[in-house]
């Protein structure tokens, strides 16, 4: 069958009141940019609190497609090919137009199990929802010898929706959740090449929350190739979050100058504490309202309770860390479904796994540390203006 329209449904966006329709805005905002290569084909609008995907067009070629798309909007939460007929009130009419849609869907001959289930919110329309499904399921029996109806586990549903048109479906395709990326203010994404930090984009991301992205690196301890691998982990997270602002700072020097002057253990906290003040800087210029990293509680020494603690004193702003509570596997399984995981195993060297000690702290004292970090006093406001003037910038 080739469908003419697509029904977009979603959950959380019903419970904002009053706020509804600038989610219900926004989504039709994504939706239309994430079609957008398909000009002319398709006209995204919402009615009556649905989203609608209309076209005159035959898009049977690039249906596949237009689904995958769809997949990743952010505030979908079903996409359900439809057919869509005019308003009757003659039950008959009616009768017909679903008959045509299980043979068209189904073929002449279909031998499921199956529940009709009919929504009347246009109540010009006399009979009852629950008579209408009634009615329909003994009219499928009669022209569909093999079918059968199953109320409790049926393996077609076939939605029967009467509005100011009617809409007929039988099939629900899953979208990812959450709320249309725009509605929820814009966070910046400490993002390495790692495993972790692309997971967490997507999770805050998911939420509504535009995602600006920054990344240290060290030339020439750290390649090109580690550089263009992070700038391809961005892209990948764009698909799910929209465009992502990615700043690119050169951490060289400030590495170098605390390789120089501090204790060697606290190397890794000292780096970090740096980078979260050079990531608030941009953050601040950029508007972004929040930091976000891919840290979970113990998973190496910079990431215990203490060290955790330690990093975040440097930060006014807000420091979310989506996947603290997650084991590897767990991240590991995520960063699979949306499509980094193959890219952040690439065996690129990070800043960090440069200068290491061989026993970093794993209980820094703030007192010891900021102790250390005196040491850099004379250098680090200008190592620090250097290379946040001369960070670079690339739309992914
Ligand atoms: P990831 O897999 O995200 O790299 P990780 O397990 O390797 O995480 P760390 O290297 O300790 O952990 O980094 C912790 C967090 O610090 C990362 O999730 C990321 O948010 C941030 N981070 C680390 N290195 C960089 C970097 N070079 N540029 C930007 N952010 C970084
Ligand atoms: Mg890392």
Redo the contacts with the bound molecule.
């Keep these: 069958m080739n469908y003419e329209s697509f029904l977009i449904k979603y959950a959380e966006i019903g419970l904002k009141g009053k706020n509804r329709y600038k989610f219900e805005d926004a989504l039709v905002s994504r939706i239309r940019e994430t079609l957008k290569e398909f000009e002319g084909v398709f006209n995204v609008y919402k009615e009556q609190e649905r989203i609608y995907i209309d076209s005159n067009k035959d898009f049977s070629d690039i249906y596949d497609k237009v689904i995958e798309k769809l997949k990743r909007v952010f505030g979908v939460s079903d996409i359900c090919p439809i057919k869509k007929v005019a308003f009757t009130s003659d039950y008959r009419e009616l009768s017909n137009h679903i008959i045509e849609f299980v043979k068209n869907v189904y073929g002449d001959d279909p031998t499921f199990t199956f529940k009709v289930k009919t929504r009347r919110v246009n109540k010009i329309f006399e009979m009852h929802s629950d008579d209408v499904s009634a009615e329909l399921g003994h009219d499928i029996l009669e022209r569909f010898k093999n079918t059968k109806v199953d109320v409790h586990n049926p393996e077609v549903r076939l939605f029967v929706e009467i509005r100011n048109h009617i809409n007929i479906y039988s099939e629900k395709i899953p979208g990812p959740g959450g709320l249309p990326v725009g509605t929820s203010g814009k966070a910046m ?12 984009g997507y999770m805050i991301a998911k939420r509504g929350v535009v995602i600006n992205a ?4 060290a030339p020439p301890y750290t390649s090109d190739r580690a550089k263009q691998k ?1 700038i391809d982990l961005a892209k990948i997270v764009s698909k799910w979050s929209g465009r992502i602002k990615l700043h690119i ?1 050169n ?1 060289t020097d400030i590495q170098l100058a605390i390789y120089e002057k501090c204790p060697h253990d606290e190397l ?1 906290i000292i780096m ?1 504490r740096y ?1 979260m003040k050079i ?1 608030e800087i941009i953050a601040e210029r950029e508007n972004c309202i929040a930091l ?5 509680i113990g ?2 020494a ?2 215990t309770l203490e060290s955790l603690s330690c990093t975040n004193q440097v930060c006014k702003l807000p420091v979310f860390r989506p ?1 603290i509570g997650f084991d590897k596997e767990e991240i590991v399984d995520i960063a699979k479904r949306i499509g980094t995981f193959e890219t ?1 195993i690439l065996p690129y060297e ?4 440069i200068f290491v000690a061989k026993h970093p702290v794993t209980k820094p004292s703030l007192n010891h540390i900021h102790k250390s970090e005196d040491k850099l006093n004379d250098v680090i406001d200008e190592l620090m203006n250097k290379a946040v003037d001369s960070q670079e910038e690339i739309i992914c």
Excluded: K, N, W
């Design positions: 994404l400490l993002l390495s090449g790692g495993i972790d930090s692309p997971v967490a920054i990344y240290f690196h992070v700072i951490f890794t970090r980078m990531a976000i990293t891919g840290e979970s998973q190496v910079s990431q996947l952040s990070d800043c960090c796994t």
